[in-house]
């Protein structure tokens, strides 16, 4: 993973340094899942000496990545745009806090662990390929956006597979 020094922006009042970094990552994982970056481009980050010890963090990343269609589990490119506009601080009583921070390492960012973060806060909670996907047929597996399979579903409300599923479950133990 990419780190960037900023031990000069830390140390020297008013300080500003501006880094260009770009994105190697070729997947984003969330709970275990991967997705691959499918544009990366560059972070661009503005570290700034605001104060003792005191970080402004400005930066910006565009770029996409592909994520499965809820329904049909189709990829679908996603665009980020995504602004970051923070304050760090990194004295020695705040020092237990930065647990969260995870992107901050001695005196070093790491760019993945920062952008991995924004995009985890932004990412979105459901994704379709189109407003009106009709999804996969739960029988066959057939994308039903490519027509009819001539599967009976009538039995196959959504609601019950989940609870289909759970039953299935407890049989197999």
Not at 60 to 84: H, N, S, Y
Request: contains cysteine.
């Amino acid at each position: 993973s990419m780190l960037i020094k900023i031990s000069e922006p830390i140390s020297t009042p008013l300080k500003s340094e501006t880094f260009e970094v770009p994105v190697t990552m070729e997947f984003y994982e969330l709970s275990g899942d991967r997705f691959p970056f499918r544009e990366k481009g560059s972070l661009l980050l503005t570290v700034a000496n605001i104060g003792s010890r005191k970080l402004h963090l400005n930066g910006r990343w565009q770029g996409t990545i592909g994520i499965p269609c809820d329904r049909c589990l189709k990829e679908v490119a996603v665009p980020f745009d995504i602004e970051m506009d923070e304050d760090v601080d990194l004295s020695p009583e705040r020092q237990e806090d930065l647990a969260d921070d995870s992107y901050i390492e001695e005196s070093s960012i790491n760019t993945d662990a920062l952008l991995n973060h924004e995009i985890l806060i932004r990412f979105p909670m459901k994704i379709l390929c189109r407003d009106d996907c009709k999804g996969i047929c739960l029988k066959c597996g057939k994308d039903l956006n490519l027509g009819e399979c001539g599967c009976d579903r009538r039995s196959l409300d959504p609601r019950m597979a989940a609870i289909q599923d759970i039953f299935k479950n407890f049989k197999e133990v």
